[in-house]
């Protein structure tokens, strides 16, 4: 069984900055890339950014580049998402997953429960 754990969801004044966490643990854990996706009230989800494993190659969504870093620690199993210069609509339950590096979320077979990130003004 396979879990993803996320951290450091929380309320932050617009132009704040936080960290999340993703800690992967289980028996097996095969996945080539961790993606970061967030989902806002009365919205579908959607993708915020990438990274392969492997190599560290990144990939963003245009809404987040720029103010965003995506990190991986192999040794940890675990995926950081630096996010600044934060915005109201930034505000969102942010996911965690793993599976195929992509921006698609149907690439990727393990998700975390979320973490809440609130933006206010």
């Known amino acids: 069984q396979v879990q993803l754990v996320e951290s450091g969801g929380g309320l932050v004044q617009a132009g704040g900055s936080l960290r999340l966490s993703c800690a992967a643990s289980?028996?097996?854990?095969?996945?080539?890339?961790m993606g970061w996706f967030r989902q806002a009230p009365g919205k579908e989800r959607e993708f915020v950014a990438a990274?392969?494993?492997?190599?560290?190659?990144?990939y963003y969504a245009d809404s987040v580049k720029g103010r965003s870093t995506i990190s991986r620690d192999n040794a940890k199993n675990t995926v950081y998402l630096q996010m600044d210069t934060l915005k109201p609509g930034d505000t969102a339950v942010y996911y965690c997953?793993?599976?195929?590096?992509?921006?698609?979320?149907?690439?990727?077979?393990?998700w975390g429960q979320g973490t809440q990130v609130t933006v206010s003004s």
């Open positions: 997953a793993g599976g195929s590096y992509s921006w698609s979320e149907r690439n990727y077979n393990y």
């Open positions: 289980g028996r097996t854990f095969s996945a080539n890339g």
């Open positions: 990274i392969r494993w492997s190599s560290g190659n990144t």
